[in-house]
């Protein structure tokens, strides 16, 4: 077990914890651990500025502290902390465990842009006061509702359980609204010159073999350039363990 997986072990069951919780005593809010709650909550009537304290503020705070640490330390939370990326690993790999295919990298490009058109139709919701809606479709708030059904929130979780058996990360890699999110927190990063560390391939050591990329959950060319500039890396690792010539794939700061 990699230092990760005890890591992605100890949030699952924090996060298990903390649902059981809600469920049963029912009194909090789930709304008030979800960083997504920064969407959900934190943008009102269009003002940013508005944070709705009383509904949501831990999560609000965690969703802008995390939006901070991605550009400094990329999407770490999606790769050591996010309990729905780690279930989609763990579903992925009960049902793959020889086998291994990729989709063409276009694909993934072409499909990896739905993410941002959900987090468009969410602010666009959340803004004009309809915020309800995008509400009932969300797994968490669906789960932490259990025993009561919430029929818009289980075909989510249907999708992500679905999605997730034929792709690992279905999820995380076309519909994730908060992994839009962070991902235009680390745009905004480089903008104002920050440097965030990134997997970096030795060139000279590397031969090209191909296996980083065939391993890696976001599917992202790792043997193409020296770094990985994709904002879909999440820092797990993978590619550098799974690499043949051990110690070509490094975590660097780009100089
Ligand atoms: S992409 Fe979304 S669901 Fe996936 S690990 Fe990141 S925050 Fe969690
Ligand atoms: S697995 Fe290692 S040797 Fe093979 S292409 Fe990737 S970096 Fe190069
Ligand atoms: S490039 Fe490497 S660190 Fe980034 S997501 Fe892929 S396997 Fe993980």
Known sequence: MSKRNIFQAFFLVVALAILTF??????????????????????LKGNILILSLGLASLGIFLGILLMVMSMFWGRVFCAYVCPIGTFQELLFMFFHRRKRRQIPYYAEHKLSKIKYWILGINFVLVVSGFAWIY??????????????????????????????????????RFL?????????????????????????????????????????????NVNRDEYVESVECIMCGRCAKKCPKTGTITIEREP
């Open 135 to 172: 509400i009932n479709f969300c797994p968490i708030y669906a789960l932490s509702r259990l025993p009561a059904l919430a029929p818009l929130g289980i075909i989510t979780i249907m999708i992500i359980v679905i999605g997730g058996v034929f792709m690992e990360r279905f999820w995380c």
């Open 22 to 43: 809600v469920i049963t005593v029912g009194k909090a809010s789930i709304h008030n651990i979800c960083p997504y709650a920064i969407v959900c909550f934190g943008i």
């Open 176 to 220: 994730c609204p908060y992994a839009a999110l962070l991902n235009i927190a680390q745009v905004l990063g480089a903008l104002f010159g920050i440097r965030r560390r990134k997997i970096r391939r030795n060139l000279e050591r590397c031969t090209d073999c191909g296996i980083c990329s065939l391993y890696c959950p976001m599917n992202i």
